[in-house]
């Protein structure tokens, strides 16, 4: 199957298809690693009642189930204290069974966060959000990759955008996505630049860019003439707009006319988080138990 199609005035990058390619791939890896007697394990942790966070830990349940990664779900009501979820990811932390961590963000108000990301093991952290993770990928020696910006880096690849000596525009500066996204492209030997609500004349900058990557959470406000002829365009937002509809943070009708390659939303990024997620799961599986079988 063809992961662009060629027929628009920019090619439109298929996410489901390119996250399907992945889930074939961590499906042939986990049958090889059951046969060696290791089921990779992921544990989800989900505190409270947001509606949006409960889709994501369905799907992400899903598709463990889907590719024969074992998945354990501990729901938690909103009342949940620091405490309670600190105990449970230590205790989670201390499972050999266990070999990836997931706390889905956001945790219900009151709750430190950063108290309860920290106390996930680097080795276990399949969400790459851990400091030890994040200062590893600084340093350009990647452990675990937060999951949608290593999604973003795979669709570039597959899409065959060069990276190397290209002028690559981030536009966003959270934990999740911007800090990692830069760090990748910036690894990748691209010329970063990190672009967010106080950058002066942005749409200059993003003219320069070879390479846009939009994470800022606000619809459709990349626009058509920000964007340089032939530029690959990824859109990382996942807006609900007042009439229910999905859209992201790029104009899509109007960045379509002039970039060479784009991603729709929904079906660009977002299959790939999932997809990343599981393959994280994998790789950190494989890292335990090779670690547990050498010699001390
Ligand atoms: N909330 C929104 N995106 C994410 C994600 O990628 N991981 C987790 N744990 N929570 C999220």
């Given at each position: 199957?063809?992961?662009?199609?060629?027929?628009?005035?920019?090619?439109?990058?298929?996410g489901k298809a390119i996250a399907a390619k992945v889930h074939?791939?961590?499906?042939?890896?986990?049958?090889?690693?059951?046969?060696?007697?290791?089921?990779?394990?992921?544990?989800?942790?989900?505190?409270?009642?947001?509606?949006?966070?409960?889709?994501?830990?369905?799907?992400?349940?899903?598709?463990?189930?889907?590719?024969?990664?074992?998945?354990?779900?501990?729901?938690?009501?909103?009342?949940?204290?620091?405490?309670?979820?600190?105990?449970?990811?230590?205790?989670?932390?201390?499972?050999?069974?266990?070999?990836?961590?997931?706390?889905?963000?956001?945790?219900?108000?009151?709750?430190?966060?950063?108290?309860?990301?920290?106390?996930?093991?680097?080795?276990?952290?399949?969400?790459?959000?851990?400091?030890?993770?994040?200062?590893?990928?600084?340093?350009?020696?990647?452990?675990?990759?937060?999951?949608?910006?290593?999604g973003?880096?795979?669709?570039?690849?597959?899409?065959?955008?060069?990276?190397?000596?290209?002028?690559?525009?981030?536009?966003?500066?959270?934990?999740?996505?911007?800090?990692?996204?830069?760090?990748?492209?910036?690894?990748?030997?691209?010329?970063?630049?990190?672009?967010?609500?106080?950058?002066?004349?942005?749409?200059?900058?993003?003219?320069?860019?070879?390479?846009?990557?939009?994470?800022?959470?606000?619809?459709?406000?990349?626009?058509?003439?920000?964007?340089?002829?032939?530029?690959?365009?990824?859109?990382?937002?996942?807006?609900?707009?007042?009439?229910?509809?999905?859209?992201?943070?790029?104009?899509?009708?109007?960045?379509?006319?002039?970039?060479?390659?784009?991603?729709?939303?929904?079906?660009?990024?977002g299959p790939m988080?999932i997809a990343?997620?599981?393959?994280?799961?994998?790789?950190?599986?494989?890292?335990?138990?090779?670690?547990?079988?050498?010699?001390?």
């Amino acid at each position: 199957m063809s992961t662009i199609d060629r027929h628009s005035t920019a090619q439109l990058i298929d996410g489901k298809a390119i996250a399907a390619k992945v889930h074939a791939e961590v499906r042939a890896e986990v049958a090889a690693l059951r046969s060696q007697g290791l089921t990779p394990c992921l544990a989800v942790v989900l505190a409270g009642d947001d509606p949006a966070s409960a889709i994501y830990v369905r799907n992400k349940v899903r598709a463990c189930e889907a590719t024969g990664v074992q998945s354990v779900s501990h729901v938690l009501p909103a009342t949940t204290t620091t405490r309670e979820l600190i105990a449970l990811v230590d205790r989670l932390a201390a499972d050999p069974a266990v070999h990836g961590i997931l706390v889905q963000l956001p945790l219900p108000p009151g709750c430190d966060t950063d108290a309860v990301l920290a106390c996930v093991p680097p080795a276990k952290d399949v969400d790459g959000f851990h400091p030890a993770n994040l200062g590893a990928l600084a340093i350009g020696t990647p452990a675990l990759v937060a999951c949608t910006p290593a999604g973003v880096m795979r669709l570039l690849a597959e899409t065959d955008t060069p990276l190397d000596g290209a002028r690559a525009v981030v536009l966003g500066r959270s934990r999740i996505v911007g800090r990692p996204m830069a760090l990748l492209l910036l690894n990748a030997n691209a010329t970063v630049t990190v672009c967010h609500s106080r950058t002066r004349a942005l749409a200059d900058e993003l003219r320069r860019a070879d390479v846009v990557v939009a994470a800022i959470g606000r619809p459709r406000f990349v626009q058509g003439d920000w964007i340089r002829p032939g530029a690959t365009v990824i859109d990382v937002g996942m807006n609900r707009l007042p009439d229910g509809t999905l859209c992201g943070d790029v104009d899509f009708d109007a960045v379509r006319a002039h970039a060479r390659a784009l991603t729709p939303v929904p079906g660009g990024v977002g299959p790939m988080t999932i997809a990343m997620l599981l393959s994280n799961t994998v790789r950190a599986a494989r890292a335990q138990a090779t670690t547990e079988a050498r010699p001390r």
